[in-house]
């Protein structure tokens, strides 16, 4: 990305510049800032307890107790997820700017256990943890304790950490039945922290365990789809907090990486018994292992098959494998992720988090490295000032010419409720912004696919529409008019970029097929 | 379980004990006991419900009812008060309006899901519903109370429900077997629960997605009471699956009723009902028997003269009685040091109370409002919210604030009036001493900060529109500060500022016009009931003293004869009372 690039040479140079020993501490300013924008992003999983932060975290990673999970309060500490051997050593970090330690994870197991726990939780900030999953390259994972948890050090933790110790690029909202004002109360002051920028950018929402919709509810993604349409639409607090809400399975989503053979095997014997005796015995999750079940498997296999999948989960894999002989593994674990939710998710998590991480791990470094810069200046001679206000104002230059700075500025200020859009408007910005996908096709707002010159032509129009706008309102309202020239730019950049392409792909063509 | 004939029983033995008081000139004693009777006679119980949001309180009332009365679905959630009480046919009322205007219309019950399920951003102006249907279950007389849940995005909800929860007669607290029980829920539980519910029960529903119902009842028990320092045996908790009940309907299979623990879910709220009126009956007893015991002393102490034979020396007993009337006088006019005395302390304290209402209107109308508007994330979204949510606050902290003032009050007054009926002197028989000593308004003071402060309250869903006041008042005051707000949602930041002061700033102070006058007339009627009942209490002390000093005189004047001839009439009066203190002892038995 070239804005990020521009961004490095200004860095880059001021380094040179900072060569009087008084002024090494702005050294080291720069290079955590450059540390931090060459490191993977980082997103927080947060939620209420209990609302399956653990599972869709072991989810994501494709792996069954990464992290462990259960009924009560299990996560204890702050968890962050990095990239490297599943053999490498854990490291602690304390709370009281102890040097950390490292820990085999053998070692780790053996102390970090419940008689331990408030140990645990008094003393240790966070711990790191290495994990080998491709995913972690690109985004780390912090798993956090729950919100409102009884001990109230858990939630306390969880907070610090987002708000103190680390502050993380973004984080994913987890709530299971409902956003409760608490929990939304926390991501706004993650998000106030984050240069004052307030915009859902950098937090999005998870309506879990959705499965507990059933069996009100015969299809439990339409039935959380249903509630988070309406969540969005209902509560501007929520629409101006996360980015988007989407409901989500992480027990099926997890089922989804970590489902075999064998458990195949178990559930197509389930799905041989009356239909009638099955939906009845799966009524309520004790009858389903009851002693005295009519159901052909074993008590400890209907137990295994419950926590693997709950009931929800086996009833649809159960009358799948009925309606479908022979059917494959791949097949079931697509299954698991369509129904699950989990396929959107992941697709979000690409779409939102990765392909804007640059801007959001931009925006969240450059942010530190002012404030860090401002509290240094207090100790600084008139030069040291001066460096710092030239750096500081080379950034806003390059920040300003930015095209997809600026377009990240009209965000924040559509996200902030500072500028007024009529809904058609309102579609358009949130479409050329890529903030419901990255391709041409999606950004013109189109459904399915089109000509290229039907997106060229929409793109002249949608311009030349902008600065029509821009004409008619800008005048009363200069906000306006600055958001209406970047969209109109936005538009003329994208058809220059559509245009691009077609002679890259036609240059392409020519000189790999043409006879 | 009280047998309705047992009350018929104690109301038929008590008339006797209404005849001998009013012969006795105990007109305010009379007054007392007809409250106390009205709670046993009543007939309707008030059941509350309330819980965090989306923990299916409005399904476990459907699954009481076996009707689909509150909405349930999964995507809605319940944003009004509903009061669902026993009719011959279908019938709903809708309460509506602001504070100077409640209205009521009549809705049709398929319209109910449209006011009861509002989001927060198009509730309309409904304060709550009363339905009637002809529910089996509560031909009784169980009343069920449907309340949006708390610790959602709503603030007003929190608010309706604390409100409503000071006005019933008993509370279930729902949570749900989906989540562990948080601290938000605790907290509720313990602020807002707790001190206005005698041992309220939690039912935690949807146990039907649990297969650890041990290990649940458990966690909560354990969790209620590390947080609530209550001992955990004390904490009454049942997992229950509104789900299996109403799915038993459907398939009338025995499993699905005994795994619903429907059966024991109706025991416990038979139960609770059971402990409620066991508890008003017994209070009626107790009642009885003091009062007739305060009426029977003067008699004790003739008869105790009329056995001895030590003389008496008259000339003091009329010097003691003289002073006595002399205070009791002072204390009957109301220009007296002693009368201006107390009512200059009530008038302190209703200044101190309304001086905290104004001081806290005064800081959100100008610091706490400019700040919250200068915020750097603030909208007018927020900022409504904000206020609004600090006058909730404020209003549900009105009622506490006036009945501690009051019960400080009453303490202190029951001091004085006993320091001012106190005697300088020795004064002779040692039972006339104690009879002159004895600390006269206790047993008043005490029903005063006992019954007063719920007879301010109380009484409020059975007629409708006196209890509501408070409600409107504040609720609508909040209601229309967002609504102001809301037309300034597509507005301008920079102009939007001033905007929001000006709209906001009135409605705080409507807000506070309301309040104030609450606050006001509730210490208006607290200081005639104590004006009132300071009067009555002179009045009956100087009438028992003179009582007593005149047929000890008469004693003294009596030859042996005589005498015998009036032992054997004072004590066919006792007779009777202590007969009839016999007979409402046992009745009180009967109940334990």
Same mark, same amino acid.
């Given at each position: ?515 | ?62 699954? *009481?009812? /076996?009707?689909? &009365?509150?909405?349930? @679905? !999964? =995507? ?5 008060? +509903? %009061? ?17 205007? *409640?209205? /009521?219309?009549? &809705?049709?019950?398929? @319209? !109910? =899901? ?5 989001? +927060? %951003? ?22 069920? &109370? ?447």
């Amino acid at each position: 990305m070239e804005l990020l690039n521009r961004i490095l040479v200004i860095l880059k140079s001021a380094e040179y510049r900072l060569n009087a020993p008084a002024l090494e501490p702005l050294k080291d300013i720069i290079r955590r800032t450059f540390e931090r924008l060459e490191s993977p992003m980082q997103v927080a999983i947060i939620g209420k307890i209990s609302s399956s932060k653990s599972t869709l975290v072991n989810a994501i990673l494709g792996q069954d107790e990464v992290v462990t999970t259960g009924f009560k309060e299990v996560t204890f500490n702050v968890s962050w997820l990095k990239y490297g051997s599943n053999k490498n050593d854990i490291i602690v970090h304390y709370k009281n700017n102890q040097t950390p330690d490292s820990f085999s994870r053998e070692n780790w197991l053996k102390w970090a256990n419940h008689e331990n726990s408030d140990k645990i939780k008094e003393t240790i900030s966070y711990m790191e943890v290495p994990y080998e999953s491709s995913i972690l390259k690109k985004i780390n994972l912090i798993d956090t304790p729950g919100l409102e948890a009884f001990y109230s050090i858990d939630s306390q933790n969880t907070k610090d950490f987002l708000t103190k110790v680390k502050k993380p690029d973004a984080v994913i909202v987890l709530f299971s039945k409902g956003a409760s004002k608490n929990i939304i109360d926390v991501v706004r002051d993650f998000q106030g922290t984050f240069s004052e920028s307030f915009t859902p950018i950098n937090a999005f929402g998870i309506l879990s365990k959705i499965d507990d919709y059933w069996p009100s509810e015969n299809d439990a993604l339409i039935a959380g789809k249903r509630m988070t349409t309406k969540m969005t639409e209902e509560e501007p607090i929520i629409k101006r907090t996360l980015f988007n809400v989407l409901p989500l399975c992480s027990q099926l989503a997890l089922a989804s990486s970590v489902i075999n053979n064998s458990d195949i095997a178990l559930l197509d014997k389930l799905s041989s018994i009356p239909v009638e005796v099955f939906q009845n015995s799966i009524k309520t999750a004790s009858r389903f292992v009851s002693e005295n079940s009519e159901l052909n498997l074993s008590i400890k296999e209907r137990d295994y098959l419950q926590s693997k999948f709950g009931r929800y989960g086996i009833l649809v894999l159960t009358n799948y494998i009925r309606d479908h002989k022979d059917v494959s593994l791949k097949e079931i674990k697509a299954l698991l992720k369509k129904i699950s939710g989990f396929d959107v998710f992941m697709e979000t998590l690409e779409n939102h988090f990765n392909k804007r991480a640059t801007l959001i791990k931009l925006i969240s470094a450059l942010a530190e490295l002012k404030t860090s810069f401002l509290k240094k200046a207090t100790e600084l001679n008139a030069e040291g000032k001066s460096v710092i206000d030239s750096i500081n104002s080379e950034i806003d230059v390059v920040l300003n010419s930015e095209p997809d700075y600026k377009e990240f500025e009209v965000l924040q200020y559509f996200y902030r409720g500072n500028l007024d859009l009529t809904k058609e408007q309102e579609n358009d910005l949130l479409h050329i912004t890529g903030e419901y996908g990255d391709s041409a096709l999606k950004r013109l707002n189109f459904a399915e696919k089109h000509s290229v010159q039907e997106m060229v032509e929409r793109a002249y129009a949608k311009r030349a529409e902008w600065n029509n706008y821009k004409a008619t309102y800008g005048l009363l309202d200069p906000v306006f008019e600055e958001a209406a020239e970047v969209i109109s730019n936005s538009y003329l950049i994208l058809k220059n970029k559509i245009v691009e392409a077609e002679n890259k792909f036609t240059e392409a063509n020519n000189f790999l097929f043409n006879i | 379980m009280i047998a309705e004939d047992l009350t018929v029983k104690l109301l038929k033995t008590i008339e006797p004990a209404e005849k001998i008081f009013s012969q006795n000139d105990r007109v305010s004693e009379l007054k007392n006991l007809q409250l106390l009777k009205n709670g046993v006679q009543k007939k309707e119980i008030l059941l509350l419900i309330c819980g965090e949001f989306k923990n299916g309180k409005s399904s476990l009332i459907n699954s *009481i009812i /076996e009707q689909s &009365i509150c909405p349930v @679905d !999964i =995507d809605i959630t319940t944003a009004v008060v +509903s %009061i669902i009480r026993y009719g011959e046919k279908n019938k709903v009322i809708r309460y509506f309006g602001t504070v100077e205007n *409640i209205q /009521e219309e009549i &809705i049709d019950f398929e @319209d !109910i =899901d449209k006011y009861s399920k509002a989001s +927060s %951003i198009d509730s309309d102006d409904t304060i709550f519903l009363e339905i009637e249907l002809p529910a089996e279950k509560l031909k009784e007389g169980l009343v069920l &109370i449907d309340t949006p849940g708390v610790g959602g995005l709503d603030a007003r909800h929190g608010f309706l429900t604390s409100y409503f929860l000071s006005k019933s007669d008993l509370a279930l607290f729902v949570t749900s077997a989906q989540d562990p029980f948080s601290s938000a829920e605790l907290e509720f539980y313990r602020e807002k629960v707790l001190p206005v519910c005698d041992s309220p029960a939690i039912v935690v529903n949807k146990i039907d997605l649990a297969t650890n119902s041990a290990e649940i009842l458990y966690d909560v028990k354990n969790k209620v009471g590390q947080f609530c320092e209550i001992e955990s045996d004390n904490i009454k908790v049942l997992v229950y699956s509104s789900l299996l009940k109403l799915e038993f309907q459907r398939t009338n299979k025995k499993e699905d009723l005994d795994e619903s623990n429907y059966i024991q879910l109706e025991q416990l709220i038979n139960c609770k009902i059971d402990d409620y009126k066991i508890n008003k009956y017994i209070n009626v007893c107790d009642y009885t028997i003091e009062i007739l015991d305060d009426i029977k002393s003067p008699l004790i102490v003739q008869l105790e003269q009329l056995q001895s034979n030590k003389p008496i020396d008259i000339e003091t007993l009329n010097d003691a009685y003289k002073e006595r009337s002399d205070r009791i006088n002072e204390l009957k006019d109301p220009t007296s040091a002693f009368r201006r005395k107390i009512s200059r302390q009530i008038q302190e304290a209703r200044s101190g109370a309304m001086a905290t209402l104004q001081e806290q209107f005064v800081i959100l109308s100008s610091d706490k409002l400019k700040k919250y508007i200068s915020e750097p994330k603030a909208n007018a979204e927020t900022v409504k919210a904000k206020v609004d949510n600090d006058i909730s606050t404020l209003a549900s902290k009105i009622d506490g604030i006036i009945l501690s003032k009051f019960d400080e009050l009453s303490c202190l007054f029951e001091s004085q009036f006993n320091e001012q009926m106190s005697l300088g002197y020795k004064v002779p028989s040692s039972y006339f001493e104690r009879e002159i000593k004895k600390p006269l308004g206790q047993k008043s003071f005490d029903f005063i900060r006992q019954n007063y402060s719920n007879v301010i309250v109380a009484g409020v869903i059975t007629s409708v529109l006196a209890p509501i006041s408070l409600v409107v008042a504040v609720g609508a005051g909040a209601f229309m500060i967002w609504q102001g707000v809301k037309s300034f949602l597509t507005g301008r930041a920079h102009e939007r500022e001033i905007a929001i002061q000006n709209v906001i700033n009135p409605q705080i102070r409507l807000a506070t016009d309301n309040l104030n006058k609450y606050v006001n007339d509730k210490f208006n009627a607290f200081q005639y009931a104590i004006e009132d009942m300071i009067s009555t209490e002179a009045k009956n002390a100087t009438f028992r003293a003179k009582e007593i000093v005149e047929s000890i005189q008469k004693i003294e004047k009596k030859n042996k004869e005589q005498k015998i001839e009036m032992q054997q009439l004072v004590e066919h009066k006792i007779k009777p009372i202590e007969q009839l203190q016999g007979y409402i002892q046992r009745l009180k038995e009967q109940v334990k």
